[in-house]
């Protein structure tokens, strides 16, 4: 009923940028959190940023001053600015919210497929 579309993954050199996006569709009533999660091989998925309707972020300690979340209410969207790229951001980049779904009560956790990010040394 709700389905989150990741785009803007890819390759790119160390000290690049790349910008992701993530658009929600479907049976939306509301949004509450959109975010960005990242795993890489052989690493448990960890949180890279979130952001609440209210503007309040959270970034992991590994991308402050690197990455900027940011988002469209109007468009459903977030999106993820990232510069100063290193190897080890190399993971697939997952999209996620919490959404209350039209005609029902409560927020629930909702997940993109992912979109791979590489960055080369």
């Known amino acids: 009923q709700v389905q989150l579309a990741e785009s803007g993954g890819g390759l790119v050199q160390f000290g690049g940028s790349l910008r992701l996006s993530c658009a929600a569709s479907?049976?939306?009533?509301?949004?509450?959190?959109m975010g960005w999660y990242r795993q890489a091989p052989g690493k448990q998925r960890e949180l890279v940023a979130t952001?609440?309707?209210?503007?309040?972020?959270n970034y992991a300690d590994s991308v402050k001053g690197r990455f900027t979340i940011s988002r469209d209410n109007a468009k459903n969207t977030v999106y993820l600015q990232m510069n100063s790229l290193k190897p080890e951001d190399t993971a697939v980049y997952y999209c996620?919210?919490?959404?209350?779904?039209?005609?029902?009560?409560?927020?629930?956790?909702?997940w993109g497929r992912g979109t791979q990010v590489t960055v080369s040394s």
């Open positions: 996620h919210s919490t959404t209350t779904v039209r005609g029902t009560l409560g927020g629930y956790d909702h």
């Open positions: 479907g049976s939306i009533s509301t949004i509450s959190d």
């Open positions: 952001l609440t309707n209210g503007g309040s972020t």
